[in-house]
């Protein structure tokens, strides 16, 4: 079986920049994944909070998603089940993998920012910044070094 190679799309944006665009897609699918989880660890008083922000990880997601179809590119599909890096048993330990999760999202975000045009870094930086604000929200600390195992 002979395969046909994919056709080259022009896209405008560097090959690193869009493997961090993967990258961030691959994240937010993961994000998304995770709070649906662990929201029904979350006491319905905290709910609100907790699925809003489910819902701007997908927001997210989709948009960054778009960008890469509006290049002609696939995004990354994602996982039925993704490993979960700490047992969630109540409400304090759904914090501290929502607080997890969103330290990876901001090492990805800052490694985008990196290396994307200046003129569309703000957006980039945003995420990372609003990233840092939920943790302290999930009342946990940030890490000095954003998107490192701690």
Do not use: C
Not at 51 to 73: A, C, K, M
């Amino acid at each position: 079986m002979t395969t046909t190679p994919s056709p080259t799309v022009e896209t405008g944006l560097s090959e690193e920049v869009i493997n961090k665009i993967n990258m961030a897609v691959e994240g937010e699918n993961a994000a998304v994944w995770a709070f649906g989880y662990l929201l029904s660890f979350i006491p319905d008083e905290n709910k609100d909070y907790a699925f809003s922000v489910f819902n701007l990880h997908r927001d997210n997601r989709d948009r960054l998603r778009l960008i890469l179809r509006d290049l002609g590119l696939t995004p990354p599909r994602p996982k039925e089940v993704y490993e979960v890096p700490i047992v969630v048993k109540d409400m304090v330990t759904a914090y501290e993998l929502a607080s997890f999760v969103e330290n990876r999202l901001i090492g990805i975000y800052i490694q985008l920012y990196a290396i994307e045009n200046k003129s569309v870094r703000s957006e980039t930086l945003q995420y990372a910044l609003d990233g840092a604000i939920r943790i302290l929200e999930f009342k946990q600390t940030p890490i000095a070094l954003p998107g490192s195992i701690s």
